[in-house]
């Protein structure tokens, strides 16, 4: 059983591509593009053979040997030609951007990432790059998380909102991203409460005024 985090992240992938997990831990990921019919193949990659094996387990044990192929690598070093879309959920945001950086990214269609937290740092980076930013999404799952999609296509830097908070996510609204723009507000009044700093007001007003 996915968790929401990883389904929301099956729900971005574009059907009919194939799929590359970074990190892919057990590999559960993987598995459920190719046994929903969402990618016709998927590779789980790890760098550590400890969860590499529990991929190759589950892979197994759901009968999907050849379908989705297990990889013994350090980010996308080892990326397959007919890769076509990556993704790479549940890892620091400086450690993503290394993958990223490391990798040609043109040769990809989609990218999906998930960090832990600190997506604005990764937001930033996309926009230096003028990388394209083609979907967002806000899900809980105990915490909130933030997922991003985006591809090596041109584009004109992003602004400082849309860095903070997302252009995709402030275009369309809805219920998930408010509920995390009251959380975070409502974090940000406690914590300055105590602390009376003038970024953390002007923090709470903006985003008041993006709740309003």
Known sequence: MLSKRLLAISEMVEKNRVAYDVGCDHGLLPCFLVRNGI??????????????????????????????????????????????????AGMGVHTIISILEAANLSSFKQIICAPNKDMSILRSYLSSNHLTIGDERVVHDRFFYEIIVFNSSYHETYSEKEIKYGPINLARRDE????????????????????????????INELGSLIE
């Open 39 to 88: 990618s016709p193949k998927a590779y789980a990659s790890d760098i550590a053979e400890g969860p590499l094996a529990k991929a190759k387990e589950n892979i197994r044990h759901q009968k999907l040997d050849g379908l989705v192929i297990p990889i013994l690598a350090d980010g996308l070093s080892l990326v397959p030609n007919d890769v076509e879309t990556v993704i790479i």
């Open 176 to 203: 998930i991203f408010m509920d995390y723009l009251k959380f975070t507000r409502d974090k940000l009044v406690k914590i300055n409460l105590k602390a009376h700093k003038m970024e953390y007001e002007s923090a």
